[in-house]
């Protein structure tokens, strides 16, 4: 590696010295000593969660949902066992020991039996699961849920024309990744709870506004002794069972405590078992109660819910940070002990794996992806900067611990301090992809746009992949379609069928493009594929509104929601008064399918230099044996070089996707803005795409989010900013988060003026108001030598979309296609 890299990026000098032998010490082992036990370990499946679910679910049967929710979630705090691990300073974890998944049969039950099966064996997350919890499984959890999970429900509800888009109609567990609903393997998008709630008045002060409500009730009104009733009942069920979870902790801290021989160990646990008894239940007093009262929110979201991409955390530079400064000023506490409990709350994420039981959910989240965002920076709610001293220590914390957990989040302004910029350059050139950045610029005047107040708009957090949270005002929790665009131009040229379908007619017949005599002709051929792509995304979404409400409830989400607890309404409600109903659609694969359309109009129609049935021939033949085509195509405009022929047509396809949902959005009540942030689905959705007519060959990945296709961005990084600016249509309100990814040589960013050049790189990216940007800071022969010899490179993080992950994880598919990726060498 030395001898062909000059320069190596901080996670890279790190990896060369363990396989050469070298010790390398960290300031502070504990958590590191606790990492180095599971970083190798297959995570195994828990299926405890599962079972004490199911057992309450079978005996309150008719019951109203939340209620229903809330009595298993409290079956599942009596009866799960509790955990504190060795070493840790923080209680508490939702499955065995190790790294661990839980299984969630209300939304996938129906073929979970199967699933267990092929889990240990599959490519993309592997999962092992021991004998007798597989029979319990099979044998005892997934025959209640045959017939009544929310998958079912979804597959018989779809119109049939729609389902032909969404599912093979012979086998509905069976995505197409054309029109692909994401609904049933999440039970909710991206969530930020408010925190803050739990930190400052204890969840006791939920119970007792509950039990007021209660006690108003009209005794005689049949809403009141319902569903009113159900509401504040399954409110307080669930408050005290996270409580009584906790105060089991506080039991096992004693009995652990009692047992133990080092006098340090036996004082940390009687400290944990003392905050244990205290918090959630009650306002946190110090920095390591918050620490603790926040953990178990969050692990305890992880069993109510399948949330996607897991409850992000907010913004914990904030709420977190008068209780440092309280304890910082007492004397009680130091930096270092900081950095050490935020260490341990980072493995003990790490831990815990978001297990997608069904396939199409495993290939869309590769690498046990997860996004439990931390935001950091920002603006106050009064539009003042929010740097402080815990800021900077969540930045050393990333720069210091070898770990993709938790996935931070840097929130960017126009007047974010010289030394913020400096110091989140510094930690993305160590090299893991972290932080993500967002863009207040873009972000806030959106919100606004959208109906938020100000100071609520201010206060956002980045949630899931890119997406940012406004905690208490938002109330839309469904998730939504991702549409295959480069799916919809392969039926264009074979007249509405796919070649990996045969002769069977999914799409539109628009004809047989080599009888198109104009562009024109051809465009509005694409377009009626497209739009009848993006009305069956609309159907589903409007069946799948409608469908959520039956099948899921959430009482500590909507405990922690303003807006829901003031409406009386759960969470998974469609619509909730008072509640910013903000969803999304994904559009897959932008720049294949601007790179191929630039083809079509420059090559076939304008220049004439190739004929369509010569273009649609090599496609059928991959383009093998076509060197002379394969030259003109590589030299055709391209998206992400500041091209403005590639970026008017870009900017064309984005403007169809706004106007479309500006008017049909309002017949579903939402704000179904248009996103491009694939996570790792651009694979599969490419693995059902023949070849397409900008040379990319069948059944590879598709482009992913708003970055240029693999290896076309070769006018530089600055190029790909521009042609997303000129892509985009700032005066529609209906657009969402774009996520850009950058890989840049070490070299590139090597010394203070390499750090210098990244700022200034970041501040253009902020000035044009682009969503979201993230980088790998690797050399390429990194990648290659990690995917030729894992065992060496196992702690080897990488950048995928939105996440990082070790790449050792991936398939191989995702791995070369971040190989593919353009290195940059200058910026």
């Given at each position: 590696?030395?001898?062909c890299c000059?320069v190596?990026?901080p996670?890279?000098?790190?990896?060369?010295d363990?396989?050469?032998?070298?010790?390398?010490?960290?300031?502070?082992?504990?958590?590191?000593?606790i990492?180095?036990?599971?970083?190798?370990k297959?995570?195994i499946?828990?299926?405890?969660?599962?079972?004490?679910?199911?057992?309450?679910?079978?005996?309150?049967?008719?019951?109203?949902?939340?209620?229903r929710?809330?009595?298993?979630?409290r079956?599942?705090?009596?009866n799960c066992?509790v955990?504190i691990?060795d070493?840790?300073l923080i209680?508490?974890r939702?499955?065995?020991?190790g790294?661990?998944?839980?299984?969630?049969p209300?939304?996938?039950?129906d073929?979970?039996?199967l699933?267990i099966e092929a889990?240990?064996?599959?490519?993309?997350?592997?999962?092992?699961?021991?004998d007798?919890?597989a029979?319990?499984v099979?044998?005892?959890i997934a025959?209640y849920?045959?017939?009544k999970?929310?998958h079912?429900a979804?597959a018989n509800?779809?119109?049939k024309?729609t389902?032909?888009?969404?599912?093979?109609?012979?086998?509905?567990m069976k995505s197409?990744?054309i029109?692909n609903?994401?609904?049933?393997?999440?039970s909710s998008?991206?969530w930020v709870?408010d925190?803050e709630?739990?930190?400052q008045?204890?969840?006791k002060?939920?119970?007792?506004?509950a039990e007021s409500k209660?006690a108003?009730?009209d005794?005689?009104?049949?809403v009141?002794?319902?569903?009113?009733?159900s509401f504040y009942?399954?409110?307080?069920i669930?408050?005290?069972?996270?409580?009584?979870?906790a105060?089991r902790h506080?039991v096992?801290?004693?009995?652990k405590?009692?047992?133990?021989s080092d006098?340090?160990?036996?004082q940390?646990l009687?400290?944990?078992?003392?905050?244990?008894e205290w918090?959630?239940?009650?306002p946190?007093?110090?920095?390591?109660?918050a620490?603790?009262?926040?953990?178990?929110?969050?692990?305890?979201s992880?069993v109510?819910?399948?949330t996607g991409?897991?409850?992000?955390?907010?913004?914990m530079d904030q709420?977190f940070y008068p209780?440092?400064q309280?304890?910082?000023?007492?004397?009680?506490?130091t930096?270092d002990?900081v950095l050490?409990?935020f260490e341990?709350?980072?493995?003990?994420m790490?831990?815990?794996?978001?297990?997608y039981?069904s396939?199409?959910?495993g290939?869309?989240?590769?690498?046990y992806a997860?996004w439990?965002?931390?935001t950091i920076?920002?603006?106050?709610?009064?539009?003042?900067d929010?740097?402080?001293?815990?800021?900077?220590l969540?930045l050393q914390?990333?720069?210091?611990?070898?770990?993709?957990?938790p996935?931070l989040?840097a929130?960017i302004?126009?007047?974010?301090?010289e030394?913020?910029?400096?110091e989140v350059?510094?930690?993305?050139?160590?090299?893991s992809?972290?932080?993500k950045?967002?863009?207040?610029?873009?972000v806030?005047p959106?919100?606004l746009?959208?109906?938020?107040?100000?100071?609520?708009a201010?206060?956002y957090?980045?949630?899931g992949?890119?997406e940012s949270r406004?905690?208490n005002?938002?109330t839309?929790t469904s998730?939504?379609a991702?549409?295959n665009?480069?799916?919809a131009?392969?039926?264009?040229?074979?007249n509405?069928?796919?070649?990996?379908?045969?002769?069977?007619?999914i799409?539109?017949?628009t004809?047989?493009?080599?009888?198109?005599?104009?562009?024109?002709?051809?465009y509005?051929?694409y377009?009626?594929?497209q739009?009848?792509?993006?009305?069956?995304?609309?159907?589903?979404?409007?069946t799948?509104?409608?469908l959520?409400?039956n099948h899921?409830?959430?009482?500590?989400?909507t405990?922690?929601n303003d807006t829901?607890?003031?409406?009386e309404?759960d969470l998974?409600?469609?619509?909730?008064p008072?509640?910013?109903?903000l969803?999304?659609?994904e559009?897959?694969?932008?720049?294949t399918?601007?790179?191929s359309?630039c083809v079509?109009k420059?090559?076939?129609f304008?220049?004439k230099k190739i004929?369509m049935d010569?273009l649609?021939?090599?496609m059928e033949?991959?383009f093998e044996?076509?060197?002379?085509?394969?030259?003109?195509?590589?030299?055709?405009?391209?998206?992400g070089t500041n091209?403005?022929y590639?970026?008017s047509?870009?900017?064309e396809?984005?403007r169809t996707?706004?106007?479309f949902?500006r008017k049909y959005s309002?017949q579903?009540?939402i704000h179904?803005?248009l996103?491009l942030?694939p996570?790792?689905s651009?694979?599969p959705f490419?693995?059902?795409?023949?070849?397409?007519p900008?040379?990319r060959?069948?059944?590879?990945?598709?482009?992913?989010?708003?970055s240029a296709?693999?290896?076309c961005?070769a006018?530089?990084p600055?190029?790909?900013?521009?042609s997303?600016?000129?892509?985009k249509?700032?005066d529609?309100?209906?657009?969402a988060?774009?996520?850009?990814n950058i890989?840049?040589?070490?070299?590139t960013?090597?010394g203070?003026?390499?750090t210098?050049?990244l700022?200034?790189?970041?501040?253009?990216w902020?000035d044009?108001?682009?969503?979201?940007i993230?980088?790998?800071?690797?050399?390429?022969s990194t990648l290659?030598?990690?995917?030729?010899?894992?065992?060496?490179y196992k702690?080897?993080i990488v950048?995928?979309?939105g996440?990082s992950?070790?790449?050792?994880d991936?398939s191989p598919?995702l791995?070369d296609d971040l190989?593919?990726r353009?290195?940059?060498?200058t910026?």
């Open positions: 590696m030395t001898e000059t190596l990026s996670q890279e000098q790190r990896l060369q363990e396989i050469a032998g070298k010790k390398v010490n960290f300031s502070r082992p504990r958590a590191y000593g990492l180095q036990e599971i970083i190798t297959k995570p499946i828990d299926v405890e969660r599962a079972k004490y679910f199911t057992e309450s679910m079978m005996e309150t049967e008719g019951e109203a949902l939340i209620l929710w809330a009595k298993a979630m079956h599942v705090a009596e066992t955990y691990d070493k840790q209680a508490g939702v499955g065995c020991e790294r661990y998944g839980i299984l969630y209300e939304l996938d039950g073929f979970l039996d699933a889990l240990p064996s599959r490519v993309e997350s592997p999962f092992e699961i021991s007798s919890d029979k319990i099979i044998n005892d025959p849920w045959k017939g999970t929310y079912e979804l509800a779809l119109p024309e389902l032909r888009y969404t599912f093979d109609p012979s086998d509905p197409r990744f029109v609903e994401t609904s049933s393997f999440r998008i991206q709870h925190y709630k739990v930190l008045k204890g969840l002060s939920i119970i007792e506004l209660l108003e009730l005794p005689m009104s049949p009141d002794q319902t569903d009113r009733k009942e399954a409110i307080i669930d408050c005290q069972a996270i409580i009584h979870w105060k506080a096992l801290a004693r009995e405590a009692a047992a133990e006098p340090q160990r036996k940390e009687i400290d944990m078992a003392e905050r244990c918090v959630p239940e009650n946190a007093r110090d920095f390591r109660e620490v603790q009262s926040q953990w178990f929110i969050q692990m305890w992880r109510e819910q399948k991409t897991i409850i992000s955390n907010g913004r709420y209780y440092y309280k304890d910082i000023e007492a004397g009680k506490l930096d002990d050490e409990l341990c709350m980072w493995v003990g790490a831990q815990f794996i978001d297990l039981i396939p199409t959910g290939a869309f989240n590769e690498g997860h439990e965002a931390v920076g920002g603006q106050t709610k009064d539009g003042r929010a740097t402080n001293d815990l800021t900077y969540f914390s990333k720069r210091e611990f070898p770990l993709h957990y996935d989040a929130r302004h126009s007047r974010a301090p030394r913020y910029l400096f350059a510094e930690t993305i050139k160590e090299g992809g972290f932080p950045l967002i863009n207040d610029e873009e806030i959106l919100n746009a959208k109906g938020a107040k100000l100071e609520d201010y206060d957090a980045v949630s992949c890119s406004m905690p005002v938002e839309y998730p939504c991702y549409i665009f480069p799916a131009l392969e039926m264009t040229m074979y509405g069928k796919m070649r990996l379908h045969g002769d069977e007619q799409g539109l017949q004809g047989d493009p080599r009888e198109f005599k104009t562009w024109d002709e051809f509005n051929a377009m009626t594929q739009m009848s792509f993006l009305k069956h995304a609309f159907i589903q979404q409007h799948i509104n409608n959520r409400q899921f409830a959430w009482p500590l989400g405990a922690l829901a607890m003031k409406a309404l998974h409600t469609t619509h909730i008072g509640g910013i109903d969803g999304y659609f559009l897959m694969g932008y720049g399918l601007v790179d359309l079509i420059k090559l076939v304008e220049d004929s010569t649609i021939k090599a033949n991959n044996k076509n060197d002379v085509l394969c030259k003109l195509i590589e030299n055709a405009p391209k998206f091209d403005p590639a970026d047509i870009a900017k396809i984005d996707c706004l106007e949902t309002k579903l009540g179904l803005d996103r942030v996570f790792t651009h694979v490419g693995k059902v795409v023949s070849a397409t900008n040379g060959k069948q059944f590879t990945p598709l482009s992913d989010g708003a296709s693999q290896g961005d006018k530089g600055t190029a790909v900013l521009v997303n600016y000129n892509s249509n700032y529609y309100r209906e657009r988060s774009r996520l850009l890989k840049f040589s070490p070299v960013m090597a203070e003026e390499g210098e050049k700022v200034n790189f970041i501040k253009t902020c044009l108001k682009l969503w979201h993230q980088f790998n800071v690797l050399n390429q290659v030598a990690a995917k030729k010899d894992p065992e060496k702690g080897l950048r995928i979309a996440y992950a070790y790449f050792t991936l598919d791995q190989i593919a353009a290195e940059h060498t910026v």
